[in-house]
């Protein structure tokens, strides 16, 4: 059967027919585009109805965002939010919190309005929010855990109680990204934080009720498909059965494709781990929640939290960034994906982050290429330079995300932000063009979505 849906305009964002006035749908996809007149041919030969719940309104294609977490969001959304821009969130409206001072006022006021208990909060960022060190945060409160969650996920600034209920001083012994003389975990630091933090951010179901919130914050702002390029942030089982709960219907509202964390992977299941993520893929892969046959890396740190790797002149204050892994290091991790035909997708940012990945591109190619798949290096600050004749530039596709396609223009403004100039518009990273080739091409086929009326 045949559906019609007729409305006042339709956008299809195809350039050779940007106007219609009717969309055919058959068995969840597009059929045609056109008008009533102009689709005549099928429905004169099939069954269908036409359906005018749409005709006073203007239509276009599902929306995608190929980079969402909803795990990730999900402990995001059971903290405390202070962050340098405003928010509207399901639980309320956030104000834009831009200094120090404002800063550690709204801390101290969410502190006394919640006095039991570790207290975690979202959103510090100290280009708007200034240094908060451990000293900072214990002369407000020594008597139990406050962590102070960056605004990239990619670090956390604690007390003295906060480093004890994290274990930090034992996983300083070993991890350089973890320092308790200031009181900051980032990168595999954060990661070591996330065993104490995960179990007391997503009991009492607050976790399944945060993915319900992300998945009807797509649907209220016409995204119809989501990737999580990452999806093990949290717990792989937790994830797996939230997502198919909430976004598992036989008609979904919300398409979402999945690429496993490798390293999360790794830590959860061992040498067994290639094995187990296919089994999800067998097991659970359902019409609305699909499996890429793809593995996602990190190379170096966090654009936001300024821990990306950057070449010369570097940081403008001389900071160095972090490395989450090595060329070499990327290469070992990749090898056996590489050679099993997944899609390698590295998250980098630095342009040395970016030379990191591209030499592990050439390790990889170096024995003959096993995968027919193209490695992708999903970028959040800088394209890759132009190099004369190098062969991995034909290998490998980069996808910039977020702030990067406005912000990428020269490193030498980048390094400049970095340290000292005013951070563009958080809106910039909203608007800014994205390519997101495995699942936008579906997904512009799934089924029109209503956004506005005229």
């Given at each position: 059967?045949?559906?019609?849906?007729?409305?006042?305009?339709?956008?299809?964002?195809?350039?050779?027919?940007?106007?219609?006035?009717?969309?055919?749908?058959?068995?969840?996809?597009?059929?045609?585009?056109?008008?009533?007149?102009?689709?005549?041919?099928?429905?004169?030969?099939?069954?269908?109805?036409?359906?005018?719940?749409?005709?006073?309104?203007?239509?276009?294609?599902?929306?995608?965002?190929p980079h969402v977490h909803p795990g990730m969001?999900?402990?995001?959304?059971?903290?405390?939010?202070?962050?340098?821009?405003?928010?509207?969130?399901?639980?309320?409206?956030?104000?834009?919190?831009?200094?120090?001072?404002?800063?550690?006022?709204?801390?101290?006021?969410?502190?006394?309005?919640?006095?039991?208990?570790?207290?975690?909060?979202?959103?510090?960022?100290?280009?708007?929010?200034?240094?908060?060190?451990?000293?900072?945060?214990?002369?407000?409160?020594?008597?139990?855990?406050?962590?102070?969650?960056?605004?990239?996920?990619?670090?956390?600034?604690?007390?003295?109680?906060?480093?004890?209920?994290?274990?930090?001083?034992?996983?300083?012994?070993?991890?350089?990204?973890?320092?308790?003389?200031?009181?900051?975990?980032?990168?595999?630091?954060?990661?070591?934080?996330?065993?104490?933090?995960?179990?007391?951010?997503?009991?009492?179901?607050?976790?399944?009720?945060?993915?319900?919130e992300v998945a009807q914050l797509c649907i209220?702002?016409?995204?119809?498909?989501?990737?999580?390029?990452?999806?093990?942030?949290?717990?792989?089982?937790?994830?797996?059965?939230?997502?198919?709960?909430?976004?598992?219907?036989?008609?979904?509202?919300?398409?979402?494709?999945?690429?496993?964390?490798?390293?999360?992977?790794?830590?959860?299941?061992?040498?067994?781990?290639?094995?187990?993520?296919?089994?999800?893929?067998?097991?659970?892969?359902?019409?609305?929640?699909?499996?890429?046959?793809?593995?996602?890396?990190?190379?170096?740190?966090?654009?936001?939290a300024q821990l990306m790797q950057l070449g010369?002149?570097?940081?403008?204050?001389?900071?160095?960034?972090?490395?989450?892994?090595?060329?070499?290091?990327?290469?070992?991790?990749?090898?056996?994906?590489?050679?099993?035909?997944?899609?390698?997708?590295?998250?980098?940012?630095?342009?040395?982050?970016?030379?990191?990945?591209?030499?592990?591109?050439?390790?990889?190619?170096?024995?003959?290429?096993?995968?027919?798949?193209?490695?992708?290096?999903?970028?959040?600050?800088?394209?890759?330079?132009?190099?004369?004749?190098?062969?991995?530039?034909?290998?490998?596709?980069?996808?910039?995300?977020?702030?990067?396609?406005?912000?990428?223009?020269?490193?030498?403004?980048?390094?400049?932000?970095?340290?000292?100039?005013?951070?563009?518009?958080?809106?910039?990273?909203?608007?800014?063009?994205?390519?997101?080739?495995?699942?936008?091409?579906?997904?512009?086929?799934?089924?029109?979505?209503?956004?506005?009326?005229?």
């Open positions: 059967m045949i559906t019609v849906f007729t409305a006042k305009q339709i956008h299809t964002m195809d350039p050779s027919m940007p106007q219609a006035t009717a969309v055919a749908c058959r068995d969840g996809r597009v059929v045609e585009v056109g008008s009533l007149e102009s689709m005549r041919p099928w429905l004169d030969r099939h069954e269908h109805v036409v359906d005018e719940r749409f005709a006073d309104l203007v239509m276009l294609p599902g929306l995608i965002d969001a999900s402990l995001l959304l059971a903290m405390h939010w202070i962050t340098p821009e405003p928010w509207t969130l399901p639980a309320g409206s956030i104000d834009a919190t831009e200094s120090n001072a404002q800063y550690l006022e709204r801390l101290a006021a969410l502190i006394a309005e919640h006095p039991d208990g570790p207290l975690i909060t979202f959103g510090f960022q100290s280009l708007w929010h200034g240094e908060v060190t451990r000293a900072d945060l214990d002369a407000l409160d020594d008597s139990r855990p406050v962590v102070l969650w960056q605004r990239s996920f990619h670090e956390l600034r604690c007390n003295t109680s906060a480093l004890e209920w994290l274990d930090a001083f034992e996983g300083a012994k070993w991890d350089p990204h973890i320092d308790t003389d200031t009181g900051r975990l980032y990168e595999s630091g954060m990661v070591w934080g996330l065993r104490t933090l995960v179990p007391h951010l997503v009991g009492g179901g607050r976790f399944q009720q945060g993915v319900r209220d702002r016409g995204v119809t498909a989501i990737a999580d390029a990452g999806y093990g942030i949290v717990d792989f089982d937790l994830e797996l059965d939230t997502i198919d709960d909430v976004f598992g219907s036989s008609e979904p509202d919300v398409r979402v494709w999945l690429m496993a964390n490798i390293p999360r992977a790794r830590g959860a299941f061992g040498e067994g781990l290639m094995d187990r993520l296919e089994e999800h893929a067998r097991e659970r892969e359902t019409n609305a929640v699909k499996f890429l046959r793809a593995a996602k890396f990190f190379s170096d740190g966090s654009f936001i010369s002149p570097g940081y403008i204050d001389g900071h160095e960034g972090a490395w989450i892994s090595t060329p070499e290091q990327l290469t070992k991790m990749a090898r056996p994906w590489w050679n099993a035909d997944y899609q390698i997708n590295i998250h980098t940012n630095g342009d040395a982050g970016v030379d990191s990945c591209l030499d592990a591109v050439d390790a990889l190619l170096a024995n003959g290429r096993a995968s027919t798949t193209e490695p992708c290096c999903t970028t959040s600050a800088f394209r890759p330079r132009p190099r004369s004749g190098a062969p991995r530039h034909w290998a490998c596709r980069f996808r910039p995300t977020g702030t990067s396609f406005r912000c990428s223009a020269t490193r030498s403004w980048t390094a400049g932000w970095a340290s000292s100039a005013p951070a563009p518009s958080p809106e910039w990273g909203r608007r800014a063009g994205r390519e997101c080739r495995w699942p936008c091409t579906r997904t512009f086929r799934w089924g029109p979505s209503t956004l506005c009326k005229r």
